[in-house]
């Protein structure tokens, strides 16, 4: 029996890259999967694709900034599966910008995507998860959210108050069975990164590589599933190395 055996698990960013590729280890695994995601050609493309596989799969069409279309992700996958026991907070944008040139509304939109829209869909998935009594929730960081680097202000302050924001929440639900925890990932070569930064990207990681989105995908299952069972409020860092420089 798969480690998610009977599980639901709504997947942001799930048409995609790290998100797409856990839902393809989390079917595996045995769970029903609701993927979310902006891009309706792609998320059709790979509901199509897990049902293939005889997953149980769901794609919705919402954007995480928006606070009825995040109630209505958790509306639809609760009629679709009847509850909702894994989130994976995991969409986002980045983009590579000189502070001094950045327009704030550039600004604004990084954060808005990358924290308030984690805020949002942890909320939600919160409220549903009291009324079920208990869950698992993990957000996507990024290992920039424990350092710096020049050109992401934006990217970088967002994904650190990813990381407060995860270990603020753990500590208010830890007595109401309500695990959080996030992953901060190194560079993974997803369509995220530009093709032209990647082979630089790769030599400036230790391992001399980019991380696959299949070995994020591991790491997401062992914080969603019973694996991590006494953790809360951590977020693991799966970087190649980077952060250990
Ligand atoms: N790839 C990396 O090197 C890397 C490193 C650290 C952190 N991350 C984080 O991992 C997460 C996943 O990124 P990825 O690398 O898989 O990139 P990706 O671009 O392949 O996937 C991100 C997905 O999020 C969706 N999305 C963006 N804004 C959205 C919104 N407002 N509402 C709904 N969906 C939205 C996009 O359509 C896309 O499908 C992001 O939070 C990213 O910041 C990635």
Redesign the pocket.
């Known amino acids: 029996m798969g480690k998610l055996h009977n599980k639901v698990a709504v997947i ?9 590729a856990t839902a393809r280890l989390f079917v595996s695994e045995g769970a029903k999967v609701v993927l ?4 309706e050609e ?2 059709l493309a790979f509901e199509k694709e897990l049902k293939a596989l005889h997953g149980d799969a769901l794609f919705i069409k ?4 928006v606070e009825e279309e995040v109630a209505d992700i958790f509306k639809r996958a609760i009629e679709a599966f009847g509850k909702v026991d894994i989130v994976f907070n ?5 983009r590579v910008h000189s502070s001094h040139d950045l327009d704030y509304s550039e600004w604004r939109n990084t954060i808005n ?2 924290l308030d ?1 984690v805020f949002l869909v942890a909320r939600e998935a919160i409220r549903e998860m009291l009324k079920q009594g208990g869950g698992t929730i993990v957000n ?5 959210g424990w350092v710096g680097s020049p050109g992401s202000a934006a ?1 970088n302050a967002a ?1 650190g108050g990813v990381i407060n924001l995860t270990r603020s929440l753990a500590l208010e639900y830890a007595e109401r069975s309500i695990r959080i925890n996030s ?11 530009p093709e032209e930064s990647k082979q630089a ?1 790769a030599q400036m990681t230790p391992m001399k590589r ?2 696959q ?1 299949e070995e ?1 995908a591991k790491a997401v299952l062992f914080l969603a599933s019973d694996d991590s069972s006494f953790m809360t409020g951590n977020s693991l860092t799966v970087d190649g190395g980077y952060t250990a420089q």
Do not use: R
Not at 62 to 65: D, F, K, Y
Not at 140 to 144: E, G
Not at 183 to 191: K, Y
């Open positions: 942001t960013g799930g048409a995609s890259g790290i998100g797409a979310v995601d902006l891009n792609k998320g919402a954007n995480i900034t995991n969409a986002g944008i980045g995507v990358d829209g996507t960081a990024s290992m920039y990217y994904k992953l901060c990932p190194g560079f993974i070569d997803t369509p995220i990164i990207l980019l991380g989105a994020m």
